[in-house]
């Protein structure tokens, strides 16, 4: 009885985890910023076709790649931020809403064009296929793996944010802009790096999330709720709150989809619903 | 006056050529989704319906064939119905065809039973589609007629227990109740099923779950796209491998996009389907060769010969009945009829207008280094089980 409780727990972890590194970034951005980016996985879409193409079109090694997908998701964003973005951040929350769901549906037209509509296949190295059985529970490695790189990102980022003078002057930033630009904070400069950061990490997680849930054009948009739903739940800026909802939601709808097949994917509506009338900021939410 | 006999004989004219070109023409409208996420399913359609005018010509009994496309878009029955209206009344086509979707294909009945324009389906699959107008014929398959052969041939070897896996959709539930009553029907036991979500990005809950029933075999239905490797991933991270737990499903699991994605840890996986561009004849080696020459290497699949024999079916009809191709003309002579497709032989069921065929049981084997679904079983002359149930 102990053994499935288990498994499904760690898959739910697991599922978590690739949650958390989709939006994380976007918790940050939104958080910090107080843009409203809709686009963020469009990014992720990005570090997923960069993986896939040095992949299969350069037979680059997959670890390889990671590297580079996060890197070109986090130049492409910033190429965005520098043209289309820095007008709208003092707009309202519904032109930011326009423009950046306008960008998904462009990322979906371009991706179809250049990739065709078809998935993408990838196939990552044969040591993390199949699983291993601790204590008679039944781990597959890649998400073993994925559980992994993303404890090692937490960390660095909480550390980054915490710890770090670029971190101090990014919520130095956020807090109060005008003190920030008095103090001789470089914000423009600063919400740059913490943007492109932010889809770098979304490109990171959309490279990672192939293996699990595969890639096409429409990327952008079936993950955008997920996401949004993580950021809410978890609270705006705050990335312990992201992994907490990340892996509540993981949780939520991988033993819901066990338990209670019929009302599997519902549960995390459900479970959304609970924690923001109960706390309506999220879980970790200062505003 | 004498300028109005001018006019007259000018307007008579006129009239002379419209139907001398109406006669000599005939006009078949393609209604696709040619754009969006199902725009691949109307690439191979289209290239179907391409490379049969590239071997046929596009003159038959002395009609000239000119083929009008236009873009549904997607799911949209709304567009659909507005473009078959507008191909029926302003583009004056006699025949409309393609249908890659069911809700598209629902929309466009409703004008072809009004206009009395024969309707030609190549790929949309559900059952009923073919009894909204009484001139729809369709040459692609029902998802009933390729799972019910599939359970009963499961039961036939001695597979005593399943648990079912579909999509939660229409044609998922139509899979699911199809295969569970075939294989009841023939003393199997069903010991669990789950419905997943259309859009559902991690499987590992409800691979876990069809493990933990301890069933000797998995009945598998879901649509096509990025989910067939990802659910065939699930099943290896959790050691269901064939090898193991006998894996069954209706093809779209080992279509050609989705065995890019499997390795030989899928060997062993068995299939119904009603065609594989792998499929042994001469016809279809032919097709195969020339479709790939036409798309850049690419291998037909089941819309590719869907717009190939429903073009086939139009020609055939067209030499049958001399060029008349009024609604109830074109489908008296499309009842019954019988030809050779390259996925074997089909026919059109007189009674219902929906085909009749050859479901073949596939196993994915490693050919040379390469996945593909070896047909070793079949079973001939499958009509659709869900109408034969109606007309009982």
């Known amino acids: 009885m102990i053994a499935p409780i288990a498994g499904v727990l760690f898959d739910g972890i697991a599922y978590g985890m690739l949650l958390f590194l989709l939006s994380v970034g976007l918790s940050v951005t939104l958080g910090l910023m107080n843009f409203v980016n809709l686009a963020h996985c469009a990014f992720a879409m990005l570090g997923g076709y960069v993986t896939v193409t040095l992949m299969n079109s350069y037979g680059w090694p997959f670890f390889a790649t990671l590297p580079v997908a996060f890197v070109a998701a986090g130049a492409a964003s910033v190429v965005l931020e520098r043209t289309l973005y820095r007008r709208l951040y003092r707009a309202s929350d519904l032109d930011q809403v326009l423009l950046t769901i306008g960008i998904v549906f462009v990322s979906v037209a371009v991706a179809a064009y250049l990739y065709g509509t078809t998935v993408q296949p990838i196939s990552v190295p044969d040591y993390l296929r199949g699983s291993i059985s601790v204590l008679g529970v039944n781990l597959a490695r890649y998400r073993l793996f994925l559980v992994l790189v993303a404890a090692v990102i937490t960390v660095v980022l909480i550390y980054g944010v915490e710890h770090t003078r670029f971190g101090a002057q990014v919520r130095a930033a956020v807090d109060n802009q005008r003190m920030a630009r008095g103090l001789g904070i470089n914000v423009d400069w600063t919400f740059a790096v913490a943007f492109a950061l932010g889809s770098g990490l979304a490109g990171l997680g959309g490279a990672l999330a192939i293996e699990i849930v595969g890639l096409d054009p429409y990327f952008g948009f079936t993950y955008l709720i997920f996401v949004l739903i993580v950021v809410s739940v978890g609270g705006l800026g705050s990335i312990g709150g992201s992994l907490a909802a990340a892996i509540l939601i993981g949780i939520a709808d991988i033993t819901g989809k066990y338990y209670l097949p019929d009302l599997g994917a519902f549960l995390i509506y459900l479970v959304m619903v609970g924690v923001l009338m109960w706390r309506p900021t999220g879980l970790f939410g200062r505003r | ?392």
Do not use: C
Not at chain 2, 54 to 75: L, P, W
Not at chain 2, 316 to 341: C, L, R
């Open chain 2, 1 to 392: 006056m004498r300028g109005s006999h001018i006019l007259s004989a000018g307007a008579a004219l006129l009239l002379a050529t419209a139907t001398a070109q109406a006669a000599d023409t005939i006009k078949i409208g393609l209604i696709m989704p040619y754009s969006g996420i199902f725009a691949d399913t109307s690439t191979q359609m289209d290239g179907g319906v391409k490379l049969y005018l590239q071997q046929h010509g596009d003159t038959v009994a002395g009609k000239k064939i000119e083929i009008i496309r236009r873009d549904a878009g997607g799911v949209a029955p709304d567009v659909a119905k507005r473009l078959a209206q507008e191909l029926v009344v302003r583009d004056k086509v006699d025949i409309l065809a393609g249908f890659v979707l069911t809700p598209n294909a629902m929309a466009a009945s409703d004008v072809s039973a009004q206009a009395s324009k024969p309707l030609v389906i190549m790929n949309a699959a559900t059952s009923i589609i073919t009894t909204k107008s009484p001139y729809s014929v369709r040459v692609s398959m029902t998802l009933p007629q390729v799972v019910t052969p599939l359970g009963e041939w499961a039961a036939k070897q001695g597979i005593k227990n399943v648990f079912t896996m579909v999509s939660d959709y229409g044609p998922g539930i139509d899979a699911e109740q199809a295969f569970q009553k075939a294989f009841k029907a023939a003393n199997g036991e069903v010991l669990g099923s789950v419905r997943m979500p259309v859009n559902n990005p991690d499987f590992s809950p409800y691979v876990q779950k069809a493990k933990d029933s301890n069933a000797q075999s998995v009945f598998v239905f879901i649509p096509a796209g990025t989910q067939p490797a990802a659910i065939m991933k699930a099943f290896v991270d959790r050691g269901m491998t064939p090898d193991k737990v006998k894996i069954l499903a209706s093809g779209e699991l080992t279509d050609d996009s989705a065995l890019k994605n499997l390795d030989n840890s899928a060997v062993g996986v068995i299939t119904a389907y009603h065609y594989d561009h792998s499929h042994k004849s001469a016809l279809n080696e032919t097709f195969v060769k020339d479709y790939r020459a036409a798309n850049k290497g690419e291998n037909p699949n089941l819309l590719a010969v869907g717009g190939y024999d429903g073009m086939h079916l139009i020609y055939e009809v067209i030499k049958k009945t001399g060029g008349k191709v009024d609604g109830a003309s074109f489908i008296a002579a499309a009842k019954g009829m019988s030809w050779e497709s390259p996925r074997g032989t089909i026919a059109i069921d007189p009674e219902t207008r929906d085909i009749i065929q050859t479901m073949y049981i596939r196993r994915l084997e490693s050919v040379n280094g390469k996945l593909q679904n070896v047909e070793f079983d079949k079973a001939e002359r499958v009509k659709d089980p869900v109408k034969a149930a109606m007309s009982k």
